[in-house]
């Protein structure tokens, strides 16, 4: 990954943009700008380690809040054709303007709850790689994302500690949404020493039509 002069000041605009808008919504309770370099766009950009960005055309991002971790990844793989999902509108209004003023293109901001738009014809099956970061249990998860992601493709959650216990209790929902976990990367930040992990699974085949459920009952009613 290459920090061009360009890119650094995208980063830095990005920064100051989340500090600003933050100010009058809740975007992050992390402000101080060493720590949002190192827990939000570090953090965000390891995903890159352990997947082939390169080799990646479509990317969903599905309860990405402030952008994460689908624009910091944006901006040193430029190639990447992005969805964003975000159920809040605000939300989707700072990623809107986030994007214009960094001028990247092939981004999509979709207001609207992850249930409803895996079942959009549009992006149904059709995303090389899915992301979440810090947004739900594995199980509930696996039923946001895996819609999303195309035959083949796979889905990458990113957790803090050890998320062993959470995918022992998503066997079932991982199975019934056609994946299957392929690898788990333990990680520590550079200067927290936070410990992260990346789950990274792969999918299949299509997703059952049944799925996902109605809006709210996945996280109500989660596969056990």
């Known amino acids: 990954m290459e920090l061009t002069p360009e890119r650094s000041e995208q980063f830095e605009t990005y920064f100051r943009l989340l500090v600003e808008w933050n100010e ?22 390891t995903l890159a380690f352990h997947l082939d960005l390169n080799g990646i055309g479509k990317l969903a991002d599905i309860g990405s809040g402030a ?3 689908s ?15 975000d159920s ?10 986030l994007t214009a003023e960094l001028g990247l293109a092939g981004v999509t901001c979709l207001h609207a709850r992850a249930e409803d738009a895996a079942r959009m014809p549009e992006h149904r099956d059709g995303y090389d790689l ?6 739900a249990r594995m199980n509930v998860l696996s039923e946001f994302c895996l819609p999303f992601a195309r035959p083949d493709g796979r889905f990458a959650a990113m957790k803090g500690g050890d998320p062993a216990g959470e995918i ?13 976990l392929e690898e ?33 009952i996945p996280a109500k009613q989660p596969i056990i």
Do not use: C, W
């Open 24 to 45: 009058r919504m809740n975007l992050t309770a992390i402000t101080e700008r060493e720590a949002v370099y190192e827990k939000h766009f570090y953090d965000s950009l």
């Open 67 to 69: 952008g994460f971790p």
């Open 71 to 85: 624009l910091p990844l944006k901006i040193l793989f430029s190639h990447l054709e992005v969805l964003i999902v």
């Open 88 to 97: 809040l509108g605000k939300r989707i209004r700072f990623l809107e303007h």
């Open 130 to 135: 899915v992301t979440a970061r810090a947004v």
């Open 168 to 180: 022992a209790e998503a066997r079932r929902a991982l199975s019934e949404m056609g994946g299957k």
């Open 184 to 216: 788990v990367h333990a990680l520590q930040l550079p200067f927290e020493q936070a410990d992260r992990h990346i789950v990274i699974v792969r999918k299949s085949g299509r997703t059952p039509a049944r799925y996902p459920r109605k809006a709210g």
